[in-house]
DNA sequence: CCGTCCTCCTGGCCGC
DNA sequence: TGCGGCCAGGAGGACG
């Protein structure tokens, strides 16, 4: 699942591919994965345009184009963006295809088609609500111990949520979200409100410092996770919890637990985690 | 405001 | 070997 540190490795592994190039021509094979506008102006706003460059806010990806506009993309549990020559062989599960002036082909992959493209900008003024309203990122200087403090003092639900929540923090997703709690020593159930000041300072410390080590390992491989030159994350081998149900702790040896929280998955260990 | 459950969707894995 | 059932979960929405 690509959460901040895979998006970004996506953002690195695309841009020497497609920064300055022209889109000459878009093919959308599955329609309802472009959200906005309508896909013949999907289509008629990007071809022609170049990609002047490609950023990241949280786990979006947004392709900027030289008339003002930008190509926003989400690649929520299996989108990619695959890079293949133009004339071999189209990748698995193809659904958008941008042919590039220099040969290449960019597509936008997806094996569940959660993924969604939009064009937003210029004088469009319809804005993605989830893009418009996400929180600081880790390791950005809008994400402050004092602003964590603040937020998680008012907020009265449990602290994964709150960590997975976009509003609150962006880029956090399932499996850096268990980690941090994990190098927090914070069970996912905790109340947001009931940490300690010295919790929250080193849950501070502890996002940042997961997704520094997903940066630096160029993402987590856990099932179909891929950068844009098809290539995988090596950070799956430094994760402390995630996916390691029933397996010892690596500090103290105790079997981890794996319960729901908010539906979602959480492995934490029980001795360790307060 | 918060938690829970549901929806979208398909590949992979488990148990029978 | 096959097949039903369940699991994976990002995000948004319904509901209590």
Redesign the pocket.
Known sequence: ?P?LPEVEQVRCSLLPHIKNEKICNVEIRLPRMVVHPTVPEFIAGVEGQVITDVRRK??YLMLLLNNGQYILA?L??TGAMLICPHDGKEPPFAKIRFVLANGKDMWFTD????GTMSLCGGNDVWQD??FAALGPEPLSPGFTEANLREKLKK????VK?FI?D?HKIAGM???YADEALAAAGIRPTRYSDALTKKQVHVLYEAINQVIAQGLRNHGTTFRNYQDADGLMGNNKDYLLVYGRKGQPCTKCGTLLR?IK?????SVYCPHCQK
Not at 155 to 158: L, T, V
Not at 261 to 265: E, H, L, N
């Open positions: 699942m959460e949280g786990k989400h929520r549990m094996i569940r088609t959660f609500k989830g907020s009265h639900q449990m949520c997975l976009q997703g399932n499996i794996k929280v908010a539906g979602r998955g």
